[in-house]
């Protein structure tokens, strides 16, 4: 019994580590805490619920829906950050004003869904289970698991071994001194915010048949989860959200079987609360200055 | 008024040391300047003395109260002021609010009487608006009252800095790099305002490149060189000393 | 009807976040990253409704509890936030935010869960509010005169400036945040009695979204700003039936629009304009005066 249940919180983990990954991608790199996230993460499983219901394949949907989620990313960028960044307060100001790109998207999906929750049709993804040492598993629960292994490998390797990663990481160290080594701040806004909406993406897809619902409203409870790993996970950091993610998939699945119900949200918001007091860099180290000035 | 003093104060950042083993006074009613090429360590000596930065080792003592610990409000509210090499001013407020901000330290009325708008308050207001106004004057900076601070030219923002600390009234004020950027005249005009806020018993320590202006206003001066102090007597003295020299010009 | 009759649920309403909107400026006022007000408001409106409704307390008595319980919960929670800068402050509070929603919904018992509680008197008229509001705006406009008011825009503007003149950046943090909760609470319980029913879902996320909007329209430095902003978005529904069905869709693109081009309001923006024109005709004048002297 306590192996499904740490088995269904590395699995829940996952989902919202895939969430988590995008949205830490762009606060270590660019400094601002992006809102709209949850908007790119809903409007994916939009764009793959469509692209499933106009016939056609799962993978195909996928795939639109990543490059749509992309695009719209970098077109947020474009509309609700560019203008800001001649800014002193730029963290107020992108907070403010992704909030804002955000309630567009809900608004938007709002209308097009006739405030109803869709659902994949039924077969979208064959239902198979297995059975393991009284262990049951669906073959979408595995697939969702590698896939994160596999996204978060990918990331890793584009960082930390191509020449693209280590212009967005040299900007995300100090961004004007990357400027005068010759990095083009177009290209590496070009590439986070494509990737992180594609990682939104495609988390949409799969959250939206995970629990067969697509549903303008699905990205805040995502988005909420979100703060809580990228503050554990330390601001910035990709292994951190990785590991926070499932750590908190467990923590919740465990809480929901021990725990009284209902106090589950209240211990995981208590955990942040206290996390942001005594360690607020995360457990991994952020890089930003959490603390007010004093001697130091 | 008391007087700051130094005592084998130092800092190191990881394995750097930016300030190592520097003593000094700044006495009431003089200047004293603090001079030495760039990177030196003098900018880092003002941060410890205001509390911005944790000791390493040594003790800041004004008027024989140990201020090394103190929180930078709580060393300004002792009497330790200061400028700053950029000028920081409060640029959406007018450069009377700016003024007006200096007084903070000597505000009496109640967080009350301010919510409620009590008599004690108001009577507060009018007294340090009056008194802005009067330093205004003074400073010939009375048409720009009501302009935000941060679209002022650079030399009247350095004044309305000057004023705002002569407003602080501090025991010690810490000037670090006023006049440059200025041209001689100007410089002058704010040597002038130095001696005469020493003359009513302020200790000002002033941390300057020009030497010629240190010169002619400091009764002793220090000289800082890789965070060690290399030199400390009247200017004239000092100025002349070969170590001084070659720090400045190098071993030619 | 009369015209004040059609108008008077929607004039209340307006009054209400005219208080939620001080409650939101305060904090941002002294350079506090709050977003606490849902959570003040939350309370202060079932602790009104429970009173009320479950011990029959009278009217004053109740709205006096939850003022003083938004009051004594902004105490609490400022002592270790004041610790904490920025986007850190926000997730800080949304978290505050979040934990209290969660245990509404826990304690079911009293609280009703979900549901929320249901048939609350009206008890409160507009006059009370208006009354209300005017002693909020009185104090606001007291604190803005004083020398608190000057600290906070000196906190705000430069934290270092601050602690230089003297300014206690903790203390002023803290009485920022003992202030918004004390409205906050106040109108919570306002709101409970003019609505008949409240549900924790009322102080949700589009709550934080339209408090924040009040103040980003309003500006954030003068007593006029909230009651401008939240006039505008209160009455924007009322404009044309188009921004009433995309009410979050009008919201959103007012906030990316204002926060690009007057991140400082409309009220702060206009009297700082005004204040900059005054400016450059007095150095024209006297730029004329000194050529006229160098002529002669």
């Known amino acids: 019994m306590i192996v499904q249940q740490l088995l269904n919180g590395l699995i829940s983990g996952s989902v919202y580590a895939l969430f988590a990954l995008g949205f830490t991608l762009i606060s270590g790199t660019h400094r601002i805490l992006n809102l709209a996230h949850a908007g790119v993460f809903m409007t994916g499983a939009f764009i793959g619920y469509y692209c499933v219901v106009l016939g056609l394949p799962l993978w195909l949907a996928i795939v639109l829906a990543m490059i749509g989620s992309g695009l719209l990313s970098y077109f947020i960028d474009i509309v609700a950050f560019q203008q800001l960044r001649a800014q002193k307060q730029i963290e107020f100001a992108a907070l403010i004003s992704s909030i804002g790109a955000n309630l567009i998207l809900i608004n938007i999906a709002q209308r097009l869904s006739d405030t109803q929750v869709l659902s994949f049709p039924f077969g979208t993804f064959p239902t198979i289970f297995f059975h393991f040492a009284g262990v049951r598993v669906s073959a979408l629960q595995l697939m969702i698991v590698a896939l994160v292994a596999v996204l978060f490998g990918l990331l890793l390797f584009y960082l930390y071994k191509t020449s693209f990663g280590r212009q967005v990481r040299a900007v995300a160290g100090n961004e004007r001194a990357a400027m005068l080594l010759g990095v083009n701040p177009k290209s590496v806004y070009f590439q986070t915010f494509f990737i992180s909406g594609a990682l939104a993406g495609i988390a949409g897809v799969l959250i939206g048949l995970l629990f067969s619902s697509v549903y303008f409203l699905m990205g805040e409870p995502y988005l909420l989860r979100g703060f809580v790993i990228v ?46 007091l005594i360690r607020p860099s995360g457990l991994f180290g952020g890089q930003a200055i959490a603390v007010a000035a004093g001697r130091r | ?58 003790e800041i003592r004004l008027g024989g109260r140990n201020v090394g610990s103190a929180q930078p409000h709580e060393v300004a509210r002792l009497g330790i002021s200061r400028t700053f090499q950029n000028i920081r001013l409060l640029p959406e407020a007018s450069v009377l609010d700016n003024v007006i901000i200096g007084f903070h330290r000597h505000e009496k009325a109640s967080i009350a009487a301010g919510m409620f708008g009590f008599n004690a308050s108001l009577s507060e207001i009018r007294e340090f608006r009056e008194r802005a106004r009067a330093l205004l004057d003074r400073f010939h900076m009375a048409r720009f009252a009501e302009h935000p601070a941060g679209y002022l030219a650079y030399g009247h923002q350095r004044r309305v800095e000057m004023m705002r600390a002569v407003a602080m009234n501090p025991a010690i004020l810490l000037l670090d790099e006023p006049v440059a950027g200025m041209n001689d005249v100007e410089a002058g005009e704010l040597g002038d305002v130095f001696q005469e806020l020493a003359s009513s018993g302020m200790g000002l320590l002033l941390i300057e490149h020009n030497i010629r202006f240190v010169t002619k206003l400091c009764q002793n001066v220090h000289v800082l060189d890789t965070g060690r102090t290399i030199a400390a007597g009247p200017p004239s003295v000092v100025m002349h000393d070969p170590v001084v020299v070659t720090a400045y010009l190098g071993t030619a | 009807m009369g015209i004040f009759e059609v108008y008077h649920p929607l004039f209340n309403f307006f009054l209400l976040n005219v208080g939620y909107a001080f409650s939101q400026q305060i904090v941002l006022r002294a350079g506090v990253f709050s977003v606490a007000t849902g959570g003040f408001a939350a309370l202060g409106a079932y602790c009104t409704a429970i009173l009320v409704v479950d011990y029959q307390v009278g009217e004053f008595l109740a709205l006096a509890a939850s003022l003083a319980l938004g009051m004594l919960t902004g105490l609490i929670l400022s002592w270790p936030l004041a610790r904490l800068r920025g986007v850190y402050q926000a997730i800080a509070t949304l978290a505050f935010v979040q934990i209290v929603t969660a245990l509404l919904l826990y304690a079911e018992d009293i609280t009703g869960g979900a549901i929320g509680i249901n048939h609350i008197p009206r008890l409160a008229t507009t006059w009370q509010l208006l009354i209300a509001v005017a002693i909020v705006t009185y104090i ?76 980003v329209l309003g500006g954030k430095g003068s007593v006029w700003g909230p009651i401008i902003g939240t006039a505008i978005i209160v009455s924007l529904p009322e404009i044309a039936r188009p921004l009433a069905e995309n009410r979050q869709m009008a919201q959103g693109i007012l906030m990316m629009v204002m926060i690009a081009y007057l991140p400082n309001g409309v009220y702060d923006s206009l009297v700082s304009l005004i204040r900059q024109r005054r400016a450059a005709k007095w150095d024209r004048a006297n730029q004329e005066k000194s050529h006229a002297v160098a002529g002669a």
């Open chain 2, 1 to 58: 008024m008391p007087s700051l003093v130094l005592e084998r104060v130092s800092k190191r950042f990881g394995g750097i040391t930016a300030v190592s083993d520097v003593s000094f006074e700044v006495p009431e009613a003089g200047i004293t300047g603090l001079i030495g090429p760039n990177g030196a360590g003098k900018t880092t000596v003002v941060n410890l003395i205001t509390g911005m930065y944790k000791l390493t080792s040594g």
């Open chain 1, 231 to 276: 503050i554990l996970g330390g601001l910035g950091s990709i292994p951190g959200a990785v590991v926070a993610g499932l750590l908190l998939g467990v923590m919740q699945t465990l809480a929901t079987a021990y725990l009284p119900p209902g106090l589950t949200d209240a211990m995981i918001y208590s955990l942040l609360f206290v996390g942001l």
């Open chain 3, 140 to 215: 606001i406009f007291s604190i803005g005169r004083s020398g608190i008011g000057r600290a906070f825009d000196a906190i705000r503007q430069d934290e270092t400036v601050a602690g230089m003149l003297g300014v206690s950046i903790r203390r002023y943090h803290i009485l920022a945040f003992v202030i918004s909760g004390a409205i906050g609470g106040l109108f919570g319980g306002f709101h409970a009695l003019l609505v008949y029913s409240i549900e924790p879902a009322l102080f949700g996320f589009e709550f934080l979204a339209m408090v924040l909007t009040f103040i």
